[in-house]
């Protein structure tokens, strides 16, 4: 019930546009309806227990009062004992209660003592293993080799699996701009993950300078490649803050003014955080302003691009910005990434004409690839998405 109105309250902006409120009402009038009853059967039981516990216990003192009273008039225990009989039992009620009501709260905190230890002892299944090996450092060149890869996926209670990836063959040289186009749902964010081992693969498929990633300690894995996630993630914290993300425990802790204000004049976010009340140090999300969808995106294009990096995988970090900021803020990535071997995946096929190859993918596989001039004169896929993306962008001119 309490997860439902958390729902409610956080999508409040879903429920009042689609006006869904009467519907809400409604479906929260039938859980607290719910609630009630099971509550009332829980009362009902309560209510009838403690009659039947009072009940008990007047049965047994009448059962005591009745043969210890026999027992005194028969003259086979004195009065005394029958007295003192009497008052220890009365001692003892209160403590046997309390022992019954002690014994509840332990196998109550035993359940759930044994779900909190069962989240503990649950390992991690990407993790660094016996076989990894001493990798300290990266350069950059990038094989994917016969990768296939499937998201697991329960139907009916069955495990099946959900092909995603078939097959998909590439090298990518130190310092490469590799431009990743498709349609939506091609598997381009997929690929993305599993470069970055946020989902986990078969041996032998990804490598990175020669070594299977599956073998380089995570740490240094993501440590050397520069991810801006499709979805981007703020903390409600400073923008200064956000930028600086990752900043700690890389060895470059300090005055990083510097840093930051590249960084954002890279994502083209200076204009806007001189807009803010207090520049850098303006508070955003719930306890502080709210910000539109492109600056949320600059900012955590700005999160990643102040660190230094071997790789750079862009997932489609600049959707929410006009196609003309897009240009710029690629122009200036291609500047700062010279010898990073960078992966951009985006839908605005304009954007990424000169990259030195194009990947366009097709329902998990690699279509087609080559330079800008290459694939328009095959006349395949790529050719008929550019051409929509320049009717599109044409339209927009208008
Ligand atoms: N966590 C998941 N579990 C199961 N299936 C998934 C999961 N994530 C993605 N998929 C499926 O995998 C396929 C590829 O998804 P992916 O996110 O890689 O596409 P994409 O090319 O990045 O699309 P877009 O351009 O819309 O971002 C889709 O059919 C999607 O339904
Ligand atoms: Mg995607």
């Not at 807009?275 to 955590?300: M, V, Y």
């Not at 960078?342 to 096929?349: E, G």
């Amino acid at each position: 019930m309490s997860s439902r109105v958390q729902e409610n309250v956080s999508g409040i902006h879903v429920v009042k546009s689609y006006v869904q409120e009467e519907n809400e009402e409604n479906s929260f009038l039938e859980l607290n309806i719910d609630y009630f009853r099971n509550k009332m059967k829980m009362v009902r039981i309560m209510g009838a227990l403690f009659p039947l516990m009072g009940t008990l216990g007047g049965i047994g003192t009448l059962i005591i009062l009745w043969q210890g009273g026999r027992m005194v008039i028969l003259g086979e225990i004195s009065l005394g004992d029958f007295v003192a009989f009497n008052g220890y039992l009365a001692l003892l009620i209160w403590p046997s209660i309390a022992l019954g009501w002690i014994f509840t709260l332990i196998q109550r905190g035993l359940a759930s003592f044994e779900r909190i230890c069962e989240i503990l002892r649950e390992n991690p299944t990407i993790a660094d293993n016996p076989e990894t090996l001493p990798v300290e450092k990266i350069s950059g060149e990038l094989e994917l080799r016969d990768l296939n890869f499937s998201y697991p996926a329960k139907q009916n209670g069955n495990n099946s699996s959900i092909e995603v990836l078939k097959n998909i063959n590439l090298k990518i040289s130190k310092g490469e701009f590799i431009a990743v186009v498709g349609r939506t749902g091609a598997g381009k964010s997929t690929l993305a993950k599993l470069i970055l081992r946020l989902l986990e693969i078969e041996e032998g498929r990804i490598f990175i300078d020669g070594i299977d990633i599956t073998k380089i300690p995570l740490n240094v894995l993501r440590k050397s490649i520069g991810y801006v996630p499709q979805e981007s993630f703020l903390f409600n914290a400073t923008i200064r803050e956000n930028i600086a993300y990752g900043i700690e425990g890389n060895g470059l802790e300090g005055n990083n003014d510097y840093m930051i204000e590249r960084a954002s004049a890279i994502a083209d976010l200076s204009k806007d955080v001189e807009n803010f009340p207090k520049r850098f140090e303006t508070l955003i999300g719930e306890r502080g302003i709210n910000i539109s969808g492109g600056q949320k995106q600059r900012i955590s294009l700005a999160r990643t691009i102040i660190l230094p990096a071997s790789v750079l995988v862009f997932d489609d970090p600049l959707s929410s910005v006009d196609a003309d900021t897009e240009k710029a803020i690629l122009e200036r990535i291609k500047e700062m990434a010279r010898g990073i071997t960078t992966i951009f995946i985006t839908h605005r096929i304009p954007s990424i004409k000169d990259a030195d190859r194009i990947i366009v993918m097709e329902n998990g596989e690699i279509r087609e690839i080559g330079t800008h001039e290459e694939l328009m004169a095959l006349s395949g896929t790529y050719y008929d998405l550019y051409n929509q993306q320049l009717l599109i962008e044409e339209l927009e001119e208008v």
